[in-house]
Each structure stands twice: as C-alpha cells, then as structure tokens.
C-alpha cells in the first residue's frame, strides 16, 4: 500500500467519534503508515444531535458528500492510484456512488482498493434505520456498495453471519472489535485509577436511552434490587444506579422518559447529562459496575471506557457479546433475565473481576487488525466460508 486515504466521522461531543480519529491516527503512526485524513465540512458547530438517534441526519449528510467532493478532487488531480486504499469508518456514506461511476471509466493505474467499516446497517434487526423506516432502500444501497468494495469489514462473528444471510457477497472480514485507544482513554484520567474498594457503589448505564438499548429493562432491574435490597435477609449495599449521557437525556419512545422522572423523583436513580468526555471518565473513575442490556450494541465503545478506568462491565449473553467477552460466564447474564442479572451484578459490586483490563487491550489491538487486513497481512480474519459458525465458540482472547 503507498497511501492509506482515510474517510473518518465527523466529531460529537456526545459520542466516541469525538476521540475516533485521533485513535486512529496514532495507530496509523506508530506504524509508519503513508496516510491522509480527507477532510469534511460540519454543518455547525454545536457538535449536537438534533436529528435522528446516532448521528446527526442533516450533519452526517452534510459531512460525508463534502468529504467525498475532497477526495474526488484528489482523485481527479491524480493523487490516488492504484496502490492507495481509500478507508471508510462507515459503510453509509453520502456520495460513495461517486467512487463506481469514476473508477469504472479510469485507467486501472488509477483504480484504488476501498474498505468499508459496517458498523450495523439493515442486516441488524435492531437498527435505527428500521425504526425510521429506511430499510427498503438503504438494503439497495448496501448491495451497491458490496458490489464494488474491495473489502468489507465486519465487527464480529456474528455481524459476518447477518452479512450472509443478507446475500452480500464481497470479501468480508471480522476485525473481533471496535476502534478504541486506551492510552488516550486513561490519560485524560489523572494520576492513578481509583482502588475499587474506594469506589462508590455506583452502577452506571452508558448506553443511548433508546429502545434498541432496552432501557426499561434497566429500570425493571433498578426497581427489583430495591425490593430484594430492602428484604431483611439481604445485606445488599445501598447502589446509586445512574445513566450516563453526553447530551441532554433523550429517547426515541416517551414512555421511558416519564418513568424515568419517576424513578429520579423517587431516589432511584440518577441522571447525569450533557457530560463531557473527562467528567464522564471521572465518574467512571468512580464508578463499580457499567451495566449494558442493549439488543444491539454489537461490541460496545462502553465496556472498553468502562473496562479501562477500572470499572466491572456487565453484559447480556446476547448476539456478538459472548465473542467480545471471550464467553465469559461471569460478566455476561442471561438475556432478559432479571435474575440472573441482578445475582451476578451484586457479585460485580463486590471486587474487581479477575479478567478486568482484558475487554479493553483486546479492543485497543483492533486498528492494528484493520490496518494488517489493508495491508494484507490479516487473511485469517477473511470470512468468505458458509461454515461461518465454527468461530463462535472460539474465545478470541484469554
């Protein structure tokens, strides 16, 4: 590869994109890699969310055909060639029509590999885009990208299968992760991480307060360990249970909103909004348990955070989590099961778990996958095989 030209996400205060690129960048140095970051144009700068649930409607729109109108002039002036592989953080990107309609009348010398990351899209049953009813034609727009990407890389095991069955047939690869970078994670943390047995007994929920989150779930828990904590033959300790979020708390089902008041109204539970990065981190930091039932999270930036800055991280056994917690029976709970949950939260609450620290170097390791798959050096994460099961059972790390 001469020159990696990649096509990143526009920055939120609210969510990872924030800190994604220069995650990215640093691996990209430390390798030695040739690259250039195509610049986009934001539509304002309040780095809000006011459209839509997972980024901006109008301001992702408005980022990614500025980025591609950069990178085509690039294109036009003879700056990528053959040897270059143009890297996108998403699959959906506004204008990428513009890339086959080109590369299909250039010189081959001019013709570059392109990689596109899905970070979920219609093959996920849970996606925003099914609650706003875009999947009969995003499904053609993703049959179109498939059909002239070079290389499509899938977060996990499971997401490669959703592929499948969906029909697409490009090389699909699984990079195990997200993008994540731990040094920078704990470095905005400062001196040392808080003792766990100093830690307050806070459970926090980090997740978007959306349906696909499950966070009437959440809530049911909430409710039950109060009931069970107050029984006389517990010795439960009193738990803030909180939500964590970037921005104003918001859902896209108003039910959740109002038994939320009730429950903050009623001391169970507290919200803390319109975090920034280090404040969140700082309770984090002060943090035991972060506490995900999301239907569709896939591997979660959370848990890394969480599992970075000393906190335990507990997960439903449910879809890809069991791939990214190496099938970890004692941090992943029975989907839907309150239970379950709620005997291996209390467990959780007590000490730091043996593998802490695990989740998080694994993620840490996943721009490295990403840049040995352009590279070519990453076959063995190649997933062209109908037999795509046989690497479930596989923990990926120990």
């Known amino acids: 590869m001469r020159k990696l030209w990649y096509m990143g996400l526009e920055p939120y205060k609210a969510r990872y994109t924030l800190q994604l690129q220069e995650w990215n960048r640093a691996v990209f140095e430390r390798r030695g890699i040739n690259y250039e970051i195509v610049p986009g144009e934001t539509l304002s700068n309040d780095q809000a969310i006011v459209t839509g649930q997972v980024l901006d409607a109008h301001g992702r729109t408005y980022f990614g055909m500025s980025q591609l109108m950069n990178l085509v002039r690039r294109m036009k002036a003879g700056e990528v060639t053959s040897e270059d592989v143009i890297y996108f953080e998403d699959m959906f990107q506004p204008g990428i029509e513009s890339l086959p309609y080109i590369l299909d009348q250039v010189p081959s010398n001019m013709r570059p590999r392109i990689a596109v990351r899905c970070l979920a899209q219609t093959i996920d049953p849970d996606d925003f885009v099914h609650v706003w009813g875009m999947q009969e034609w995003m499904g053609h727009y993703e049959k179109m990208v498939d059909s002239f990407a070079d290389i499509v890389l899938a977060t996990n095991e499971e997401m490669v299968m959703h592929m499948k069955v969906a029909g697409w047939k490009g090389k699909i690869y699984n990079i195990s992760g997200l993008a994540f970078g731990k040094d920078e994670v704990r470095a905005r943390v400062p001196g040392e991480l808080k003792k766990f047995e100093e830690r307050a007994f806070r459970v926090g929920f980090a997740a978007r307060w959306d349906q696909e989150k499950q966070p009437d779930f959440y809530m049911d828990l909430i409710e039950e360990y109060h009931r069970l904590q107050a029984m006389p033959y517990n010795d439960w300790p009193r738990v803030e249970f909180c939500v964590f979020s970037g921005s104003k708390l918001r859902s896209n089902n108003s039910s959740y909103m109002e038994r939320t008041r009730r429950l903050q109204a009623e001391g169970k539970l507290t919200v803390y909004e319109d975090l920034e990065k280090n404040d969140y981190y700082a309770l984090l930091n002060d943090t035991r348990v972060l506490f995900n039932c999301a239907l569709q999270d896939w ?100």
Not at 316 to 343: C, G, H, T
Not at 365 to 393: A, F, P
């Open 299 to 398: 591997v979660s930036n959370t848990a890394s955070e969480a599992d970075a800055l000393g906190a335990n991280i507990l997960y439903p056994a449910y879809r890809s989590f069991p791939e990214a917690f190496a099938n970890d029976p004692e941090r992943l709970y029975v989907p839907w099961s309150l239970r379950d949950a709620i005997e291996k939260l209390v467990t959780l609450l007590q000490r730091p778990h043996a593998n802490m620290g695990k989740f998080s170097a694994w993620n840490d390791g996943t721009i490295d996958r990403v840049c040995d798959i352009i590279e070519g050096k990453g076959e063995q994460w190649l997933r062209m095989s109908t037999n795509y099961r046989k690497y479930t059972h596989e923990s990926k790390y120990q």
